[in-house]
């Protein structure tokens, strides 16, 4: 086949720019005729999933044609995850997005992740069938929810609860920062979402909230209002955390916080990620004006996927 799979570098980032821009164009052509276009990914944005870790995002290269795809893997704690992979219309079918995945997913056991999957569009048959032949298996859909802010008002947070935020307690930053490894942990064994706000402080991509009751930390959320898409205005929230026994009003002042966060950037809307078994969550969204926006199956290589196992709120997106 002429076709090595290598460690990306940076020189890289415009080809994997091209071909990202290639393949969704080919996706919306023949898949999505309503949506008019996707704007390419920033440079940023991929240099952000670059960052995410050095040794884990790969690109495929023919000898001829030069790159031709891309993986990029994300480790939180003992959870490790692959994308976004990316390989050229032309290239597809023919077994290089196999060795991609199959590199990605080796290369997260490799760093000791004990949880390690994907996210991909359920109504994508043939990525469905290529991650089912590697031995990925379906673990349930993830709820995409959006809001409108038009018009956006701030709601009060109950009385014992208070919101800050890690741009503006920079004194305090490390116990922050132990405190989102000490929530996630209580949420699943060994997950650690400390960086992914670390990658979102270092990049501006937005902030993160922290929810304080009685003097102590008891939640956190992660919220970009800068989108890795060029053009693409919106906030998107990448991970919400809640210890368990805390019951709803904890997550629905988090969403509070997090709008208002969304707001002020001038954003026209947020997204929330919301695991479809966590019928509270779901409820929460739903009274507070939300839609379903898109749904993701999160499909599994080995372990848990978070989705159907733990208690508090653990929501994210293994989506890049």
């Known amino acids: 086949m002429g076709v090595v799979i290598r460690k990306m570098m940076v020189e890289d980032i415009e080809d994997i720019k091209r071909i990202d821009s290639i393949s969704w164009e080919e996706l919306i052509r023949?898949?999505?005729?309503?949506?008019?276009?996707?704007?390419?990914?920033?440079?940023?944005?991929?240099?952000?999933?670059?960052?995410?870790?050095?040794?884990?995002?790969v690109a495929a290269v023919d000898e001829h044609a030069g790159v031709i795809g891309s993986s990029f893997s994300h480790i939180w704690g003992r959870t490790g995850w692959v994308g976004p992979l990316t390989v050229l219309p032309s290239y597809q079918g023919i077994g290089v997005g196999k060795e991609l995945l199959k590199h990605s997913l080796r290369h997260l056991e490799d760093r000791g992740c004990s949880d390690i999957g994907l996210e991909t569009m359920p109504e994508q048959?043939?990525?469905?069938?290529?991650?089912?032949?590697?031995?990925?298996?379906?673990?349930?859909?993830?709820?995409?929810?959006?809001?409108?802010?038009?018009?956006?008002?701030?709601?009060?947070?109950?009385?014992?609860?208070?919101?800050e935020r890690l741009s503006e307690h920079g004194s305090t930053e490390r116990h922050m920062l132990a405190s989102v490894k000490e929530i996630s942990r209580s949420l699943s064994a060994g997950l650690d979402y400390t960086a992914e706000v670390e990658l979102t402080k270092k990049f501006s991509f937005g902030d993160t909230l922290f929810a304080k009751m009685d003097g102590k930390y008891c939640g956190f959320c992660t919220v970009h209002t800068v989108m890795r898409r060029?053009?693409?205005?919106?906030?998107?929230?990448?991970c919400i955390g809640i210890r368990p026994g805390l019951g709803d009003?904890?997550?629905?002042?988090?969403?509070?916080s997090a709008e208002d966060l969304a707001a002020e950037?001038?954003?026209?809307?947020?997204?929330?990620?919301?695991?479809?078994?966590?019928?509270?969550?779901?409820?929460?969204?739903?009274?507070?004006?939300?839609?379903?926006?898109?749904?993701l199956e999160r499909m599994m290589w080995m372990g848990s996927s978070g989705i159907t196992t733990g208690t508090g709120d653990n929501l994210c997106s293994w989506s890049g």
């Open 125 to 163: 048959a043939a990525n469905i069938g290529l991650y089912l032949k590697v031995g990925l298996r379906p673990e349930g859909l993830v709820v995409v929810m959006g809001k409108s802010l038009e018009g956006h008002k701030s709601s009060p947070s109950p009385a014992k609860l208070s919101f």
């Open 30 to 57: 023949r898949m999505y005729p309503e949506i008019p276009r996707i704007t390419p990914r920033t440079e940023s944005g991929i240099l952000s999933y670059l960052h995410s870790d050095p040794d884990g995002a």
């Open 249 to 256: 009003a904890v997550l629905e002042a988090m969403l509070a």
């Open 230 to 238: 060029e053009e693409m205005r919106g906030s998107a929230v990448r």
């Open 265 to 295: 950037a001038n954003t026209p809307e947020i997204l929330v990620p919301i695991p479809a078994n966590r019928r509270h969550a779901l409820d929460a969204s739903l009274s507070r004006g939300y839609r379903v926006v898109q749904t």
